[in-house]
């Protein structure tokens, strides 16, 4: 891997181009990489070309339409392509971003010269990323997921639509040329083959990039589950204290005897990896679970409060009126005076994504504000709302990361906790009302799976 480093990288315009036949997976990576960005508050956002050639009126085209012989056809999605240009374009202009995904198969020389040579002209880089897979299970099982949600597809049977599908694939087949080394060694690229298999890079530049590279590097498609616990109710939590490395309460005790079955009814016989953080509490919580990896991570460690560590939000509110202000007005970036904001730990949680993207079955054990930054990674949760998420004491979560979404279920341990949530403009511990408006129901917002 060539490694250079760019002295201007703050003005870096990325522009990831998809490339592959339908069915490869180009969507599902490009939405991933979307959302791992803007995890990262790296401005990013992905242009379907799809969308396009809907908007310009092609909404159920049956294979026919895609033939590279039918110049009209074929004039249409060049159409299509430019729009989508002209957008990312603007986006890059107007709302300062970073990152545009072009979601598209992009599959002949041509093409990609055109893609490369106005990325250029206007100071965009652009990266390539082809999904080569010939894993026909693989395909398949693509090729019914798409031809069941494609709004191409609405007005047909699934039997017809997986036939057109089939058939699509094989114009695009006529003109793809798959990248390779010796003919695209001038470009910016990554080769995933099968996924993971095998993977080819060349001409990788930049740290954000490589950063891209790395992420793409660690997806897996196999179907998994990770499952999220806080630590048992602990002394401090008893107390209204915040930080510190205090032992369980007796419940918390009992939540982690009972963890143990709770886990085993849920995930069956499973071999589950058991990550904690290095605080009492969440070893504590994992010591009767049985399997034999358990891995403690100083960076699931609880948001550092700094000065205020081992103090009550009533306190902190009397000692430290305006800190105590600040951080109810933004939550996200307040930085405890010797502490972390919430942005620090989703800088320092970045190499967990990284790993949890490559296992298969993990349990975490984690804290409050750590478990609403993974949560809000896997379901997409917006800065704004993250730290202010519910995530109660002994309830077990379990997130199904999907194609297009992630599906989670919570399973209370009914064992009694106090309740440690703050809301905004107060220094009262305990959960909101979940009576009266919707305003105060915490998890209207989060529909259990999200698009
Ligand atoms: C991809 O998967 C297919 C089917 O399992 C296999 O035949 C092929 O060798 C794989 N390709 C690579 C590069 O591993
Ligand atoms: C030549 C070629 O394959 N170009 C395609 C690049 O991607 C867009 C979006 O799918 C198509 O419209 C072009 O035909």
Redesign the pocket.
Known sequence: MVFRSVSNEKDLRLCVVMVGLPARGKSFISQKIIRYLSWLSIPSKCFN??TY?RDLGITEPNFQFFS?TNEEN?QL??R??KL?FDDILKWFNDENGVVAVLD?????N??RKWIKKHCEQNNIHPMFLESYCNDNDLISSNVVDIASTSPDYEKVTLEQAKVDFWKRIDE?KE??RSLSLEMDQDISFVKLINVSDEIIINKIQTYLESRIVFYVMNIRIKPKCIWLSRHGESIYNLEQKIGGDSDLSERGFQYAKKLKGIVKENAGNVELSVWTSTLKRTRQTAQHLPYKKKLQWKALDELDAGVCDGMTYEEIEEIYPDDFKARDDDKYEYRYRGGESYRDVVIRLEPVIMELEGQENVLIITHQAVLRCIYAYFMNVPQEESPWMSIPLHTLIKLEPRAYGTKVTRIKANIPAVSTYKDKGTSHVGERLETGSGAHSLLTGTPEIKK
């Open positions: 070309i799809g050639r590279f074929f999605r060049e299509a392509m989508a598209a198969t992009n599959s002949t041509e093409r695009y003109v793809y």
